[in-house]
């Protein structure tokens, strides 16, 4: 047994059983991976994948028990590797962080400049994502930290601590009516509003406010970004629904927020781990800069804690 065999297992799993692709993702042969696989059941003496002629198809039992010993060992592997840099190269490296348009755009650019400030070595990559695009990469060690307000609070594998609480406000452009009218959501569906695209920047909470008051919203347009939900407001096609950090009186002088109250639930974004993934001193600086309050032991005790589905992943 070896770790490019695991690593075979681990990668056919992800790249949906097609061993062109997982020959592919490993630089290597389409036969040497069907070998390797071959050669390992053999030493185990069992099957660990469901086959139809010489096509892939699933894991067997054994392989499903197997799959998840191999997440832990190549874990652990990374892990010996980082821990080894840790002391050998202490103030260089790479950090990557996954996050979303919204953190990337708004809330991350002093944090980075920040950093970049103490960590002039480290080579600092930032991926924009979905937020399940995010948990992918996290759980796949393709991400060290993640960054967004969905998604990563419900995933057993992760943790993730609380960065900053932020609403959703209604724009428009200076002259339109509801800047005279009182703002409720039922004021609001009147008219056609371009907002965040499902899944994307607490779209969920804006849905669930108008299901609770009863009224359908005319939802014309989605984006992925605020910026783009702006631009066709400022052309005044509909109105808009953004998150607040988003706007800017000086920036963005074809838009106003329309006031009135808080018409959606208050929403969290979050910095999510993987369980048991081993980091650098600097990538615990990197969510200190998020999150002053929080020290390295919290954040080392999270990491190495089991998961609860009953408890709350914030530290």
């Not at 069992?46 to 067997?60: I, K, Q, S, W």
């Not at 980075?112 to 103490?118: E, K, L, M, P, S």
């Not at 601590?161 to 703002?183: G, N």
């Not at 509909?238 to 988003?246: P, S």
Request: aromatic share 6%; glycine share 6%.
């Amino acid at each position: 047994m070896n770790f490019q065999q695991l690593r075979i297992v681990r990668e056919t799993v992800r790249q949906g059983f097609n061993l062109t692709e997982v020959a592919n993702a490993l630089f290597t042969s389409q036969s040497g991976v069907s070998k390797h696989i071959k050669d390992l059941e053999d030493e185990l003496g069992v099957e660990l994948f469901v086959r139809r002629g010489r096509r892939v198809l699933a894991l067997t039992e054994p392989g499903q028990e197997l799959l998840q010993i191999v997440e832990r060992l190549l874990l652990d592997a990374g892990n010996i590797k980082r821990l080894a840099e840790q002391f050998n190269l202490r103030d260089s490296g790479q950090l990557t962080i996954a996050t979303t348009h919204t953190q990337a755009r708004y809330a991350l650019p002093p944090v980075v400049a920040g950093f970049r400030q103490a960590y002039p070595k480290v080579h600092l990559v930032l991926h924009q994502a979905s937020p399940e695009q995010l948990v992918r990469q996290l759980l796949a060690g393709e991400a060290d930290i993640g960054i967004a307000t969905d998604a990563v609070g419900e995933v057993a594998e992760l943790v993730s601590f609380p960065y900053y609480s932020w609403r959703h406000c209604v724009i428009a452009p200076p002259d339109h009516p509801l800047h005279r009218q009182p703002l409720t959501l039922r004021q609001l569906a009147r008219y056609p509003i371009v907002t965040y695209h499902g899944g994307f920047t607490g779209r969920s909470a804006i849905d669930q406010a108008f299901a609770e008051a009863g009224c359908a919203p005319d939802i014309v347009m989605t984006a992925l970004d605020a910026d783009v939900i702006k631009t066709y407001v400022e052309l005044g096609l509909a109105v808009g629904i953004v998150a607040r950090m988003a706007v800017d009186t000086h920036r963005d002088a074809g838009v106003r927020v329309v006031a009135g109250p808080e018409l959606f639930a208050e929403q969290h974004a979050r910095i999510a781990l993987r369980r048991g993934h081993y980091l650098r001193s600097y990538a615990l600086r990197f969510i200190q800069l998020c999150v002053p309050g929080l020290d390295e032991q919290q954040i080392r005790a999270a990491l190495a804690a089991a998961p609860d589905p009953l408890a709350s992943l914030c530290a």
